[in-house]
């Protein structure tokens, strides 16, 4: 609790507040809105391709624009970036109101990945660069815990709203965290936070072969892109199987979430001030990730719980939550996603962060890690939908659990290899 402690009292710096407005605002918004595609899936009768298509549109968008929007960022003014995510995300929640067919969710989708991509590339930049020295994996730790905060509200208090409200009171609210969050970065964040680098030193394709010659990038790249398509089958697919397959309500479905949610709250803080002390940041990567794997492995137990043990029954909030097998198993496997992000991402995003700093360029480094996921999250959620049509769903969850353990060993072994590479040359150097 200390070192939570310790996270929240950046909060007492007004910039950091500012920017933890942001990660609040992005982070409720994107977890409310899957607990609703759950129901859209439900409303609108979609097959799995049509419901991997509610995850793809998110990311194909980003996939276009997150090189550019990085050079734009590190050359540009940050602050002005993220007025602009959080104004587009505002237009995103009224486009949601005037949704009545799956093809409208998915158009609506598209304008949504545009608004996240700008808010979590330039976030997480500027954080990066605002931190004093030896402090990347506590600032960004921190930032993190917030979201996670935040994305824990959006399942609790979302998945709630959409039970209790329905979809447009539900967005209303959204619009209006969102427009707080614009308030406090106009009055308290410096004017040009972080980016603006020069333009000449800083030529894109230059700087991004540079980024891509260091061997911690390169394989962090490529781990993304494996274990990307594995977590994707989670996020979209996870609530879709609560409610389509269990019949489980949105304030149900929340709960679930919300188990992974917490522990990523409370540990990611203190994890990313270990990773700072311990060093041997790709150790709590693979860890990390491997965990995940196990927690994606679990899913498909749901089907041999449910029925296996008596349903818990709770009125609360004027319905009644039954709670049988299948909410158990799910709500154990989100806990154990939830440590393994945990150990996991403050350590990845602060070694993108130092490795971008080599050449001016941090914000590059993270468009990197998140080009990096985009190819895995628009390849993933429509070939694991595909999976779910035609053999199952459990074979689905599977397939996604393998993709990140492969994506885990190819790390490990691209980055010892490029490592084991890098102290030959050194050596040889050294000998001249």
């Given at each position: ?51 991997g298509?509610f ?22 003014n ?13 237009v ?16 609506v ?5 545009v608004?996240a991509?700008i ?49 447009t ?33 800083s ?24 274990f ?9 697919f ?23 949610k917490?522990?990523k ?20 990567v ?38 049988g ?17 945990s ?11 130092e ?5 001016d ?6 468009s990197?890690?998140?080009i ?27 397939t ?12 490990w ?9 890098d ?10």
């Open positions: 609790m200390a070192r939570f402690g310790s996270s929240v009292r950046l909060l007492s710096d007004r910039e950091f507040a500012a920017l933890a407005g942001t990660a609040f605002a992005r982070s409720q918004a994107y977890s409310t809105l899957l607990i609703a595609l759950a129901l859209y899936a439900e409303l609108y009768h979609t097959s799995g391709f049509i419901e298509l995850g793809t549109a998110f990311a194909v968008v980003q996939l276009l624009i997150v090189l550019p929007l990085g050079r734009k960022v590190d050359t540009g940050a602050k002005h970036w993220l007025l602009a995510g959080l104004a587009i995300n505002v995103v929640f009224f486009g949601f109101m005037l949704v009545d067919s799956a093809v409208h969710v998915i158009l989708r598209i304008l949504q990945g608004g991509s808010l979590w590339i330039t976030g997480s930049t500027v954080v990066g660069t605002i931190a004093p020295d030896g402090e990347n994996g506590r600032w960004l730790g921190s930032y993190n815990q917030v979201a996670a905060i935040s994305s824990l509200a959006g399942d609790l208090v979302g998945g709630y709203l959409l039970y209790a409200e329905g979809f009171f539900t967005y209303v609210v959204l619009t209006g965290v969102t427009i707080v969050a614009f308030v406090l970065v106009y009055l308290f964040l410096r004017d040009d936070p972080g980016g603006g680098a020069d333009r000449e030193e030529g894109g394709l230059d700087t991004l072969r540079d980024l891509l010659d260091l061997p911690m990038i390169r394989s962090l790249v490529l781990f993304r892109l494996a990307s398509v594995g977590k994707m089958a989670v996020i979209i996870l609530p879709i199987l609560a409610r389509t397959e269990f019949g489980l309500t949105t304030f149900a479905i929340g709960w679930i979430l919300a188990g992974g917490l522990t709250a409370l540990t990611q803080g203190y994890v990313g001030e270990l990773a700072d002390r311990v060093g041997r940041k790709e150790y709590f693979v860890v990390g990730a491997l965990l995940y794997g196990l927690g994606t492995a679990m899913i498909p137990a749901s089907y041999r719980f449910e029925g296996a043990i008596d349903p818990y029954r709770l009125h609360v909030f004027g319905g009644d939550q039954v709670l097998g299948a909410f158990f198993t799910l709500f154990a496997a989100y806990m154990v996603l939830g440590v393994a992000d150990i996991r991402l403050p350590a990845s995003m602060s070694l993108f962060v490795e971008g700093e080599h050449y360029a941090v914000a590059s480094a993270m990197l890690r998140s990096s996921w985009k190819v895995g999250q628009v390849a993933g959620p429509v070939g694991i939908g595909l999976i779910i049509d035609y053999v199952s769903t459990s074979a689905a969850f599977y996604a659990a393998a993709f990140i353990v492969v994506a885990s060993g190819v790390f072994l691209v980055f010892q290899r490029a490592s084991r590479a102290a030959v040359v050194a050596a040889d150097v050294g000998d001249d």
